[in-house]
């Protein structure tokens, strides 16, 4: 059954203002928590793996679940589907707020990404549905688009007003308001809206999906904790490659898979998957280590690493407007080249930070980067929705973002790991050269050796300032290394692209697209100038 969800103008226009407010939520809560990070730090003792997991436990669960979330709007209803996701948010923000431990605060993080997973693409269903007029619609997703991109951009600036005045439990608090009113107001608002053909649950895959990316990731963030030899950090990888392969064979034998592997039997849909991933990764590493940079070493409050990261955030929102534009008149394969020269460039830019380098000495390099994000990842959307038949962009749609969240959770995930590992190894032999007693050096590798700097004020006041001078550069020379990875990955897809991607704008590319079977349910047809247009 389809439920007609058309409605007067006015009606519709309510009705995606609010379904807006729900995807707010869901992309500020992307960037808000991480000017929280060292108030967290400090408020629950967490260590940089802690922190890594607060962030990743969102990212991961939102990645694994998108393509499916979609589905199960199209089987069971998406009102009902959608409603279920925004009340769930709204709890587990609660939840968050409520923590009094990291455990529980992980849970919540958990949580929230599964909500978030299911609110995105079934909130851009019920847009289309809404819509009907070609024109409309477009207009109506564009502006579906640029929320997201407003919302990660005023995250890391309404995050440190938040954080600075009301404490790091705000950033979730400010949810629930938003939250319980967009409930009510959907719930009167929305009429049911089936897809007229949905895709089976594909339950296995998802298993297998989140398998191959969970264990991964937890290798990666555990591994210099338990030991990158260790048992369960081999047979955490171990693990992943089998799943993975497992995924690869079960979605090759199924007849509506939840991932479907014959997309990636085109160049185009490779090599823009590779680009999505890798600009996210790059990104979310930034993101997340500069945070504590500014905050820890530099001695920076929340509402000042916000402003900060103003830097990044408004060109990435302005950019991502121009790229999927000039992408769809020129081809996307000369912008992803050149979005990959300017994130690259804006990442080794930020090599040459040192500890107490003002914003003057690093802002451009921000600037290159959001620049360049949105110039590889909006024409790589672009270039891969033209590929495939129009009837089958919302699944390919779903793809794309699936392998920019993934690239998200990985750039976190690994960024912590090399950090780690060189606070580490250099610990011991930065601390003999401050002249300290051995027993206090012994006692600062203990108390520091988990990269959590702000235990630097448990010591003895008679050796914090000299373990304080040798720890900071210490993190500013792993910060460096991190940068100097991400950016030879962002150099390594603008090569693929350029390489494999031909020059041809994305009408030209959808023309020679296969034809594939209609009424595809994952999603809804999503026009080429909105595609990606936001991180």
């Known amino acids: 059954m389809t439920t007609d969800t058309t409605a007067p103008g006015g009606r519709k226009g309510l009705l995606l203002a609010f379904l807006c407010f729900g995807v707010f939520m869901v992309y500020l809560d992307a960037t808000i928590v991480n000017v929280a990070l060292p108030d967290i730090q400090d408020d629950l003792s967490a260590d940089i793996t802690q922190l890594q997991w607060i962030i990743d436990a969102y990212t991961l669960t939102f990645a694994c679940l998108l393509l499916t979330s979609g589905t199960l709007g199209d089987i069971l209803g998406r009102k009902k589907i959608f409603l279920g996701g925004l009340i769930g948010f709204t709890l587990s923000s ?139 950090i081999l047979g955490s990888f171990a693990v992943s490659a089998l799943a993975l392969l497992a995924f690869v064979l079960w979605e090759l034998r199924q007849p509506d898979p939840m991932l479907p592997l014959k997309f990636f039997r085109s160049p185009i849909v490779v090599v823009a998957s590779i680009v999505n991933f890798l600009s996210l990764f790059g990104l979310f590493a930034v993101i997340f280590l500069l945070t504590l940079y500014l905050q820890n070493i530099n001695q920076l409050s929340s509402v000042e690493t916000g402003v900060r990261f103003l830097a990044l955030t408004v060109p990435i929102m302005i950019a991502s407007f121009a790229a999927s534009i000039v992408a769809s008149k020129i081809g996307p394969r ?24 003002g914003f003057g000495g690093y802002w451009w ?37 699936t392998f920019r969240q993934v690239g998200a959770v990985f750039g976190v995930a690994l960024a912590g790991a090399l950090l780690l590992q060189h606070l580490r190894d250099g610990l011991p032999g930065a601390l003999a050269k401050t002249g300290i007693p ?73 023309d020679k697209a296969g034809t594939g079977e209609p009424g595809d349910g994952a999603g809804q047809d999503v026009p080429a100038e909105t595609a990606g247009q936001h991180s």
């Open 94 to 232: 609660v939840i968050c707020a409520l923590s009094g431990s990291i455990g529980l605060l992980l849970v919540g993080r958990t949580l929230q990404g599964v909500c978030g997973s299911i609110m995105i693409p079934v909130s851009l269903a019920l847009v289309s549905a809404a819509y009907t007029e070609p024109a409309a619609r477009a207009k109506a997703i564009g502006i579906w688009a640029g929320i997201g991109g407003i919302a990660l951009s005023t995250g890391p600036v309404l995050g440190g007003l938040l954080v600075d005045h009301y404490g790091w439990q705000s950033i979730f608090w400010v949810n629930a308001p938003i939250g319980i009113i967009a409930t009510l107001v959907l719930a009167k608002l929305m009429t049911e809206n089936l897809a007229p053909r949905a895709r089976r649950l594909d339950l296995v895959g998802q298993v297998l999906f989140i398998a191959t990316i969970a264990t991964v990731a937890y290798g990666l963030i555990e591994g210099n904790s338990e030991g990158w030899k260790s048992g369960l």
């Open 438 to 510: 051995a027993e206090a050096q012994a006692k600062s590798v203990t108390l520091l050796g988990d990269g959590d700097l702000s235990r630097v004020a448990a010591l003895p006041s008679a050796v914090r300032a000299p373990v304080a001078e040798a720890v900071g550069p210490l993190y500013v020379e792993g910060m460096h290394l991190v940068m100097q990875v991400a950016a030879v990955s962002t150099l390594a897809g603008g090569l693929f692209a350029l390489l494999f991607l031909k020059g041809k704008p994305a009408s030209a590319i959808s």
């Open 365 to 401: 390099s921000l600037a290159l980067l959001g620049a360049g994000v949105s110039f590889t990842g909006a024409p790589a959307t672009v270039a891969l929705l033209g590929s495939v038949p129009p009837e089958q962009a919302g699944t390919a749609s779903g793809v794309s973002n």
């Open 334 to 357: 000369l912008p992803i080249v050149i979005g990959s020269v300017l994130s690259a460039s804006g990442l080794f830019g930020l090599t040459a930070l040192e500890v107490g380098t």
